[in-house]
């Protein structure tokens, strides 16, 4: 049961309905998830400087990061929207399931990645020495350490605003992946 209508453009704000245009214009449509922001007159526009930031990361990276981390999160809205998106930047379904799950075997320096984006959402912010290690061993930085965490944070916004608004999802239904998360 939605606790949350899904504004429309005519019901939010001029400069939310600027923000619509630019969204229809470049996805197509506007996700429900970003139209219920939409409710503020800041939060979508504050969201969206968030993800248009610039980052360290390629667009596959940021996916890693965004499906292990909503997968802990367990946030239907936004494993069904990456997991579509995780398929347009070339991941297999296979290789989405492992993501979710916060593995990569198809790929060393994604699998440090997954592991690291996993630990740091699973222990709030504290991720294991032995994840952080694994995570420099592959080839990454400091500097894409924090790049990693504010994506991280990023991912969590949506993952808790969608868990506490449960507005309908419009992508493809992701199926419910059983792993531990520990």
Same mark, same amino acid.
């Given at each position: 049961?939605?606790?949350?209508?899904?504004?429309? $453009?005519?019901?939010?704000?001029?400069? %939310?309905?600027?923000?619509?245009?630019?969204?229809? $214009? =470049?996805?197509?449509?506007?996700?429900?998830?970003?139209?219920?922001?939409?409710?503020?007159?800041?939060?979508?526009? %504050?969201?969206?400087? @968030?993800?248009?930031? &610039?980052?360290?990361?390629?667009? $596959?990276? +940021?996916?890693?990061?965004?499906?292990?981390?909503?997968?802990?999160?367990?946030?239907?809205?936004?494993?069904?929207?990456?997991?579509?998106? =995780?398929?347009? %930047?070339?991941?297999?379904?296979?290789? @989405?399931?492992?993501?979710?799950?916060?593995?990569?075997?198809?790929?060393? &320096?994604?699998?440090?990645?997954?592991?690291?984006? +996993?630990?740091?959402?699973?222990?709030?912010?504290?991720?294991?020495?032995?994840?952080?290690?694994?995570?420099?061993?592959?080839?990454?930085? +400091?500097?894409?350490?924090?790049?990693?965490?504010?994506? @991280? =944070?990023?991912?969590?916004?949506? %993952?808790?605003?969608? $868990?506490?608004?449960?507005?309908?999802?419009?992508?493809?239904?992701?199926?419910?992946?059983? @792993?531990?998360?520990?």
């Amino acid at each position: 049961m939605s606790t949350f209508n899904v504004p429309t $453009k005519n019901e939010v704000s001029e400069n %939310n309905q600027a923000i619509f245009n630019q969204l229809e $214009k =470049g996805l197509g449509f506007v996700p429900n998830l970003y139209a219920a922001f939409a409710h503020s007159e800041t939060a979508l526009g %504050n969201f969206l400087a @968030i993800g248009q930031g &610039k980052t360290s990361f390629s667009a $596959k990276e +940021k996916e890693v990061i965004n499906l292990a981390v909503s997968q802990v999160n367990n946030c239907v809205y936004c494993l069904s929207a990456h997991t579509a998106i =995780g398929k347009m %930047n070339g991941f297999t379904d296979e290789q @989405i399931l492992e993501l979710r799950a916060g593995n990569a075997t198809f790929n060393s &320096k994604l699998d440090a990645l997954a592991k690291f984006a +996993k630990s740091v959402a699973i222990n709030r912010g504290a991720a294991t020495q032995e994840a952080v290690a694994d995570f420099y061993a592959a080839g990454y930085t +400091k500097g894409n350490l924090a790049d990693a965490i504010i994506l @991280i =944070g990023e991912i969590t916004i949506t %993952n808790y605003f969608h $868990k506490t608004t449960n507005v309908a999802v419009d992508f493809p239904v992701a199926a419910p992946l059983e @792993i531990e998360l520990v």
